[in-house]
């Protein structure tokens, strides 16, 4: 940008711009509270602006009377180093020539100096009436303040906008709040969400405004002094917000600085930056990131609490709603009324029941059961009696209505967060305070484990209202006590230098001692904390038709009632990791292992060779479009695997084998077909094998290509040489179904890549969003041979980084190794892929020889690590 035609004084105020914010970023970096330096900053801001608004203002002769208001995050002091200004010029008529002219060179030379500026020109009428129809704007003006100008003409502005807000004080509470709500959900409805942004969400800055907001717009007051003195906030409450207003601002103060631009999301590269500047130390179980994140979420997490409170304790109620509860109100407990919509205890016994955990979890079951929430004047003689606890007798009372509470369904998850929030919960489930705000610093998770465990209850409740096979087990358990507390405990073993699932076992076992559960129970809670990723990784790792997985499955579950409790917690525990985790695709693969397994473990289905798989294969031969009289329908159906011979895939495949059925040998075909349900693609390819060697890695190639994300692929070599290969992909260019034009071009690219084959390497495009994760934060690739699962195949698991063209880079260095693939599970989280391959040598036996696994693990560890990555 060039500076030459700008006037002297903006020169000047971009000089008072940036010797302003490096005076003010020594301050910070000298210690001064984040508070004091945010003030600092308005402090050049002002000067700047007041510099500007002299200049102008004297140029002009008989200049009408206005004044100059600063307000939003400018009006309150709290701007951070590249904060935006907020100004606003008040006078009589906008449309004077004078006062327009002032307006449009102020904020010209304002611009021009550096700032970030929102401005407006308004009459204290107009700007009233805009604040009453617009909350963001209301909310922006609740905070002004005079800088320069008319001190009358601003007097005025202020008691015509607080009188405005006195009379429609209950219709501004609920736009807040509205407002609020909305902004959260765009940037997260959770405290513990591992990217936040420190403004907008939940527990952020945002809700630190919140609070002064509704003071102002219920008590003409916003400072947390004067809204502890009229009983709008309790003592606590206003301290934990004073401290997490420090920690917030210098947070944000140090990310703006160090970025030297308004950053506000708190993105991992930039949590490990601000760890070391915290000085957090770690040790041998937290990173100083997971020290300095679970620092800044129990800020966070008081924030909410206190502002929880603050809107049930201010939230509007009509009288005719009290009125009601009041009436419609019944007895069910001792000092325990339900009305139409509350649970609430009586006055004479909120004192005796908020002091006693046996009677709160008594309210919490009766919450449950009758799906009513609990009094907000309840709750908070519960909350002050319970966070004053420091022990709590585990009594066999507080035992048995902890057991009951779990045992539900309806408000489970919320009556949890509740006992979580009172630290409650923690004393009863071993490791819970362990897991407070314990940051997963991984590209996976977007919760930190608490909010994950409690995510993953909730999860599974909400499957009750699905039509599904996962809702079906889910609401057909017998004992969901036991499920919903092993959801509960699952991750908790994180954050130890052994592995989770190990930790949580012991934890299993003391949280049935602690409980005292049966034996039986005990065990097989034990069993789902300590094998939850089972079910996961049989599915996307093994194949889900083998006999001998299914059996070896069988056998580590045990019994069906087990098996569909983990069936319903893999789900849940999926569904708690991130939006859209749980995939359709993932979802129907879980229930279709779940259903062998129980044919396993019930004997329904044989799941070894037998009489039934004989007969279905003979029964196919008679099936159209199969010929019973042509040899070469015996041979190819004799030859398919057993997952091609259920009821949902046979008649297809049929389909394709008669496509197939004229094939010549130097040609090839493919076809596609959308799955709505899963929201996948599947593209068929048919071949002779002798067509061209290597069909896998040239098909993964031509896939990739275009853009698709590979999550399965079979293939499968059937008689006299013929190759029918599945791929099932996601087409990211399409949310539903892709266009015709679309299939038909992919299709006829992977018949080229066979009948016109090149032996030059792929190559892919560039794409946005292939992040390569943090430095130091990777996991490590790696290389797992397994010759012991499989009865015909070697088993190779590689995990990695994922990159653009990795699949195709590892297929063809198998093809490359003289190795056939049978059979690939592809599998993606993020940025982390774990793919599973079935391979053979070239004469069709496992690769068992030491030297040669070795030498193939050396090549594939070094084709999963980019070249510029690599440490000589």
């Not at 909310?139 to 405005?164: H, I, K, V």
Request: hydrophobic share 40%; aromatic share 6%; with cysteine.
């Amino acid at each position: 940008m060039s500076f030459a035609n700008l006037r002297p004084p903006v020169l000047k105020a971009r000089d008072l711009l940036k010797r302003g914010r490096c005076q003010v970023e020594q301050q910070h970096r000298a210690g001064v509270p984040s508070i004091a330096v945010s003030q600092a900053l308005a402090d050049v801001f002002d000067q700047i602006v007041l510099h500007l608004f002299q200049e102008n203002r004297d140029a002009e002769q008989d200049m009408p009377r206005l004044a100059l208001v600063a307000h939003g995050g400018y009006g309150r002091r709290d701007v951070a180093p590249f904060s935006d200004a907020d100004l606003m010029l008040l006078c009589h008529n906008p449309a004077d020539p004078q006062v327009k002219y002032l307006a449009q060179r102020l904020t010209q030379d304002l611009c021009d100096s550096g700032l970030v500026l929102g401005h407006s020109l308004r009459t204290p009428t107009d700007a009233c009436r805009l604040a009453q129809q617009d909350v963001t704007i209301f909310t922006s003006l609740t905070e002004s303040r005079w800088l320069a100008g008319d001190q009358e003409l601003f007097r005025r502005f202020q008691q015509q906008f607080r009188r405005t807000t006195r009379r429609n004080a209950r219709k501004l509470v609920t736009a807040i709040e509205a407002a609020r709500l909305e902004e959260r959900y765009r940037y997260g409805r959770t405290v513990l969400l591992l990217n936040p942004h420190i403004k907008r969400s939940y527990g952020g800055l945002r809700d630190l405004h919140l609070v002064r907001w509704i003071g102002y717009t219920l008590f003409g007051r916003q400072e947390g002094t004067d809204l502890e003195k009229l009983a709008a906030l309790e003592r606590e409450d206003r301290q934990n917000l004073q401290d997490a207003y420090q920690f917030l601002l210098g947070v944000r103060n140090e990310l703006h600085f160090a970025t030297g631009q308004a950053r506000d999301v708190l993105e991992r590269a930039h949590q490990l930056r601000l760890a070391e500047w915290y000085g957090c130390p770690g040790d041998q179980v937290l990173l100083p990131v997971e020290q300095f994140m679970r620092e800044y979420f129990r800020h966070t997490g008081n924030v909410r609490d206190a502002v929880s409170h603050l809107m049930e304790r201010c939230r509007p109620q009509a009288w005719w709603s009290r009125l009601w509860e009041g009436i419609g109100s019944r007895q069910v407990a001792a000092g325990i009324r339900m009305g139409p919509q509350t649970l609430e205890v009586t006055r004479d016994q909120r004192a005796a029941v908020g002091s006693d955990l046996g009677r709160v979890l008594q309210l919490m079951e009766l919450s449950s059961q009758f799906d009513r929430r609990i009094d907000h004047m309840t709750w908070q003689t519960i909350r002050q009696s319970m966070l004053r606890e420091r022990e709590l007798a585990l009594t066999v009372e507080v035992q048995r209505r902890f057991l009951a509470l779990l045992a539900q369904s309806h408000r489970l998850a919320g009556s949890l967060r509740r006992l979580h929030e009172l630290a409650v919960l923690e004393k009863i489930v071993p490791g819970m305070g362990h897991a407070r705000c314990l940051v997963q610093f991984n590209e996976y998770h977007k919760y930190t484990v608490d909010e994950h465990c409690l995510r993953a209850v909730e999860a599974a409740t909400e499957f009750r209202h699905q039509s599904s096979p996962l809702g079906e087990a889910y609401r057909n358990l017998a004992n969901r006590r036991t499920l919903h507390l092993a959801l509960l405990l699952h991750d908790l073993g994180k954050g130890f230098v052994e592995d989770h699932s190990v930790v949580g076992a012991r934890l299993a076992i003391a949280a049935g001692e602690r409980l005292n559960l049966p034996p039986d129970e005990t065990e097989t809670l034990r069993l789902l904390v300590q094998q939850h990723l089972l079910m996961s990784h049989v599915a996307q790792r093994r194949d889900i038709h083998d006999p001998a997985v299914i059996l070896e499955l069988a056998r580590q579950v045990g019994s069906p009632e087990v098996l569909q409790m983990l069936f319903v917690l893999s789900c849940a525990d999926l569904a708690a990791v991130g939006p859209d985790t749980l995939t359709p695709w993932k979802q129907e693969l879980l229930t279709q292992l779940y259903y062998n397994t129980l044919g396993a473990l019930t004997g329904d289905v044989l799941v070894g060779p037998g009489e039934h798989e004989a007969a279905r294969r003979q029964s196919l031969c008679r099936q159209p479009p199969a010929d019973p009289s042509n040899p070469w329908w015996h041979r190819q159906i004799a030859a398919l695997p057993r997952s091609l011979l259920g009821e949902s895939r046979a008649q297809r495949v049929l389909e394709e084998l008669a496509d197939l059925r004229s094939l010549e040998r130097h040609d090839a075909l493919a076809s596609a077909r959308y799955h709505p349900q899963t929201r996948t693609v599947q593209y068929t390819v048919g071949a002779y094998e002798q067509l061209v060697p290597g069909i896998f890695h040239r098909l993964t190639g031509v896939l990739t290509s275009q853009r698709l994300e590979i999550l399965s692929a079979e293939i499968h070599t059937l008689a006299d040489g013929l190759v029918l290969d599945h791929f099932f992909v996601h087409d990211p260019d399409y949310p539903d179904s892709p266009p015709v034009s679309r299939l038909q071009d992919v299709s006829q690219r992977l018949v080229d890549s066979l009948k016109n084959p090149s032996e030059r390497p792929q190559e892919f495009p560039q794409m946005w969003g292939m992040s390569r994760g943090i430095e130091g934060t990777q996991p490590p690739a790696k290389v797992r041979f397994d010759n012991n699962t499989s009865e015909h195949f070697t088993i190779l698991d590689v995990f990695a980084i994922d990159r653009l063209g990795l699949l195709y880079a590892i297929t063809r260095l198998l093809y490359q190794s003289g190795l056939s693939v049978h059979r690939a599970k592809i599998g993606t989280h993020l940025d982390q892929v774990v793919d599973v391959f079935y391979v053979t040598d070239a004469a069709g036996q496992k690769v068992r020889d030491p030297q040669r696994v070795n030498r193939l693990r050396e090549q594939l560890l070094a084709c999963l690590v980019p070249s510029e990555e690599r440490q000589d």
